[in-house]
């Protein structure tokens, strides 16, 4: 007997690993849910669609399996799409499926009727349409593209009508083996020339060599040619922070003098990095060296060499390549360290947002993982929170999307329940989704929700301090946190002292989460 199109969607999803799909149903698409429900996935009420869609993709990106969200027609689909096109700029493999007009009634339906296909092809790789006789087909295709490097989200509608119909065909997909592009010998061997004549080399790694695979090969071929190593927010923790070749984390606080060191370095080595990382023109002068699953085809920056394939591979037989000479002398790189860490610490009267990160690294054990919000958070997570393995630190970069951390936090604890999980959030980023504090209760998630607080989106009011213009639009009222959490049945504490936050981040949340809102002093953000 044929599956129903919703039970076969399912199945297909559960046997590409996929166990959640995230989501804020309509009527439209409860009889897929009931597919994936009888396909053994489990459905995640979130309260907002945009929620939904930053869960699925901080799924993805913790784990590697595409994750999975879905809205109903019209507004649910529409309210996908800020979550969407944050998967889109932060390459993440994501299906995003919503409801639609059965297929009869479309040309003629005026209500909640939008080209959906259209709307979101701007920010998919792919956009198709699932009938009863296509779905096999379409799912796996669905699978793959999103995979396919540079991964990305995939968008597929489903009529009404659809769910309930029988397929044609269901058998699960074969076994499918990616092809691997060999590495090309000249290019490792331009490569190894370009870093034997170098006298500054840099290393600068991105989100796609965030993996543990290419931690060591990494970390090896710096050790061997003593070589400064910086990162993008994307790629914390694929090189130790603690490390004394590391140097810190471009486009987070005080990023100007990182862009000034790099004005120094006569060849950079671009690992894993992907030009939507880049909050800035790229001017530096010095030769690069492109290493990467894909080519260098945006000419964001020039390369003069490509060396194209699997990242660990390359780094590999790039540090076989040739004999290895330091190149940057140990004392230099701890003087700059030194400095660089010196200016970011920030200088203020009260509890700054520094203390705040320092207090939990402390608390939190290496393996813990972190999401951060945009905004001055967003600046001074990216720099000031050290990382020591890959994939522990998760932000919203190409879309820089307020709303994403405590989404994204309540994914991760879901995905991996023993890992410790903490988000760090503005007060304004935080008001923006703490509705889904509920869901995390609901849930049983026990993620530390720490806010930033401090009245004000901070980092735009700066901008209209530089500018001389009056405060307008960049300020809010205080929230009374404790009673806050007391309404979602949370227990919650504002602080404001480093041994207030110690105390605070020492108690570890259990069933469900835990609020605590840092008063801090913004003065902290000015770096000098």
């Known amino acids: 007997m044929p599956a129903t199109v919703a039970r076969a969607i399912g199945d297909r999803l559960h046997a590409a690993g996929v166990r959640h799909v995230f989501g804020h149903p309509g009527g439209e698409v409860v009889d897929l849910i009931e597919g994936f429900r009888q396909a053994g996935l489990e459905f995640v009420l979130t309260k907002h669609e945009t929620a939904a869609a930053f869960m699925a993709e901080a799924t993805a990106a913790l784990t590697g399996t595409p994750g999975v969200c879905l809205a109903t027609l019209g507004p649910g689909a529409t309210n996908l799409v800020t979550g969407v096109a944050h998967a889109y700029l932060d390459r993440a493999p994501v299906i995003a499926f919503s409801g639609q007009l059965p297929a009869e009634r479309y040309e003629v339906a005026t209500h909640q009727r939008l080209d959906l296909k259209d709307l979101f092809a701007p920010i998919t790789k792919w956009q198709a349409t699932v009938s009863a006789a296509n779905t096999a087909a379409v799912v796996e295709r669905a699978l793959r593209v999103a995979q396919r490097a540079r991964r990305g989200p995939v968008y597929l509608e489903v009529p009404s009508d659809v769910p309930t119909q029988l397929t044609v065909d269901v058998a699960l997909p074969r076994i499918a083996i990616e092809h691997v592009p060999a590495i090309d010998d000249d290019a490792i061997r331009f490569a190894a020339a370009r870093l034997r004549d170098s006298q500054r080399p840099l290393l600068l790694a991105g989100m796609d060599a965030n993996n543990d695979a290419v931690a060591g090969p990494l970390r090896r071929l710096a050790e061997a040619w003593q070589m400064p190593v910086m990162v993008s927010p994307k790629a914390k923790g694929i090189f130790r922070e603690d490390h004394p070749l590391f140097v810190g984390t471009i486009e987070g606080l005080g990023t100007s003098y990182l862009y000034d060191f790099i004005d120094t370095c006569d060849l950079v080595l671009m690992v894993g990095f992907d030009p939507v990382e880049f909050d800035r023109d790229w001017s530096a002068k010095a030769r690069i060296v492109h290493i990467g699953v894909v080519p260098n085809d945006d000419r964001y920056y020039g390369s003069e060499v490509e060396i194209v394939g699997p990242t660990d591979t390359a780094l590999e037989r790039l540090c076989g390549a040739s004999e290895t000479t330091p190149k940057v002398a140990r004392e230099e790189i701890e003087t700059f360290r030194d400095a660089f860490a010196s200016r970011v610490r920030g200088s203020a009267r009260g509890l700054t947002a520094q203390d705040v990160l320092s207090e939990l690294r402390v608390a939190l054990p290496e393996d813990a993982l972190v999401t951060c919000d945009v905004g001055y958070n967003k600046a001074v997570s990216a720099q000031c929170w050290p990382a020591h393995r890959p994939r522990t630190f998760f932000v919203s970069n190409g879309l820089s999307s307020m709303g994403y951390?405590?989404?994204?936090?309540?994914?991760?604890?879901?995905?991996?329940?023993?890992?410790?999980?903490?988000?760090?959030?503005?007060?304004?980023?935080?008001?923006?989704?703490?509705?889904?504090?509920?869901?995390?209760?609901?849930?049983?998630?026990?993620?530390?929700?720490?806010?930033?607080?401090?009245?004000?989106?901070?980092?735009?009011?700066?901008?209209?301090?530089?500018?001389?213009?009056?405060?307008?639009?960049?300020?809010?009222?205080?929230?009374?946190?404790?009673?806050?959490?007391?309404?979602?049945?949370?227990?919650?504490?504002?602080?404001?002292?480093?041994?207030?936050c110690r105390g605070a981040f020492r108690q570890t949340p259990r069933d469900r989460p835990i609020l605590i809102a840092a008063r801090i002093d913004p003065a902290g953000y000015r770096v000098g």
């Open 405 to 500: 951390g405590l989404p994204a936090a309540l994914a991760l604890k879901l995905a991996d329940r023993a890992r410790p999980v903490a988000c760090l959030l503005g007060d304004g980023g935080f008001a923006m989704a703490m509705a889904e504090i509920e869901t995390g209760t609901r849930l049983g998630l026990g993620v530390r929700v720490i806010v930033l607080a401090d009245d004000a989106l901070s980092q735009i009011k700066a901008g209209q301090e530089r500018k001389g213009y009056p405060i307008t639009g960049t300020t809010f009222g205080p929230m009374d946190y404790p009673k806050l959490g007391a309404a979602f049945g949370i227990e919650a504490r504002t602080v404001s002292t480093v041994a207030e």
